[in-house]
């Protein structure tokens, strides 16, 4: 089983950034797929990014490219997720996901454990 914590969320400005993290116990993180997803106010939960449980490939909603960066740390039980140049269309609750396939995955129902999620408020 895995459990999963996210945290850095906050409010900031438009143009900032914020690295999220999320923190998992248990021993198969290291063979787990990683995503991000997100849910904006009065809005339904949507991908944002995922890695593989090596590292080296990873996928971004459209939304997010070039902003955005997935990554992972093994030895910690760690993934992340850099947000930079942060819009208001970025505010939501983010949640980090885990399937495990171990693959890249886009879609909520292939992944198989959640966190608790962590706000995002960009002002402008």
């Known amino acids: 089983q895995v459990q999963l914590v996210e945290s850095g969320g906050g409010l900031v400005q438009a143009g900032d950034s914020l690295r999220l993290s999320c923190a998992a116990s248990g021993r198969t993180f290291s063979n787990s797929g990683m995503g991000w997803f997100r849910q904006p106010p009065g809005k339904e939960r949507e991908f944002v990014a995922a890695i593989t449980w090596s590292g080296r490939s990873t996928d971004y909603a459209d939304s997010v490219k070039g902003r955005f960066t997935i990554s992972r740390d093994n030895a910690k039980n760690t993934a992340y997720l850099q947000m930079n140049s942060l819009k208001p269309e970025d505010t939501a609750v983010y949640y980090c996901?885990?399937?495990?396939?171990?693959?890249?995955?886009?879609?909520?129902?292939?992944?198989?454990?959640w966190g608790q999620g962590t706000q995002v408020t960009v002002s402008s």
């Open positions: 996901a885990a399937n495990l396939g171990g693959g890249i995955a886009t879609r909520i129902g292939w992944y198989d454990y």
